[in-house]
């Protein structure tokens, strides 16, 4: 049996730099470059310098676990700092504390889509009109992916210009003294505890035979 290649690159009149494909650099070629690129450690900046992805594997029902997300509530029980939810005149747009600034504000409004089991919630500190924090979420079916039952959690966030410098300072409370991109660096870490309460609250009452999505959320 033949194949015949598809046109691919064919609108590029020359190799492009920085592009390794089969045909431009073998295998031979290739792995030394691979494992160049493998380092027992890496900076800091290097992994989380842009994006901060967290995952985990949970032990409860894929669907369950992103009805639970979806919910704008759920992040009063699974964050670190975030609470006392109340949804504002704005259909779906909802405030909260974040205790880590204090008495700050912030604002989430969550675009979920069932299909594709995401979760992405839009936030912003101390005003409502533009949530330019935004968080990416992913629940997986764990049997797809680990050929056992239980969900796989992807969330993701990217560092904003924002974070580096507060956008509409006239909105913030007064003498507050940190913003929220000062905690930038710790983010991988502080969102990988969050991720770790997440799993502990489905996992928990997964296995107490008990909603994932408590009673008082519906």
Sequence with gaps: MTTSA?????????????????????????????????RSVYPHDQIFGEFCPVQAYIAAPPREVFEY????????EWTYSLRGFVETAEPGLWLAYDRLGKETEIYTRTVAHADAMTVDYHCAWDQGSH??????????????????P??????????????????YPETAPPK??????????MFSA????????????CEYRA????????????
């Excluded at 997300?69 to 009063?76: I, M, N, Q, V, W």
């Excluded at 502080?190 to 609250?201: C, F, R, S």
Aim: net charge negative; aromatic share 10%; proline share 7%.
């Design 6 to 38: 598809l046109p691919a690159l064919s609108d590029i009149p020359e190799a492009l730099p920085g592009v390794l494909r089969i045909e431009n650099s073998d295998r031979e070629a290739t792995t030394p470059i691979i494992v160049d690129m493998l």
């Design 69 to 76: 997300l979806a919910d704008t509530r759920c992040l009063e």
């Design 131 to 148: 949530l330019w924090m935004i968080y990416l979420m992913r629940v997986v079916d764990a049997q797809l992916v680990f050929n056992k």
């Design 150 to 167: 239980g969900s796989v959690v992807i969330w993701v966030n990217c560092h904003h210009p924002f974070y580096d410098e507060n956008p």
């Design 176 to 185: 507050r003294p940190v913003w929220v991109g000062d905690f930038w660096d």
């Design 190 to 201: 502080g969102h990988q505890l969050e991720m770790d309460n997440l799993k502990a609250i």
């Design 207 to 218: 296995s107490h035979g008990l909603a994932i999505k408590p009673d008082w959320m519906k």
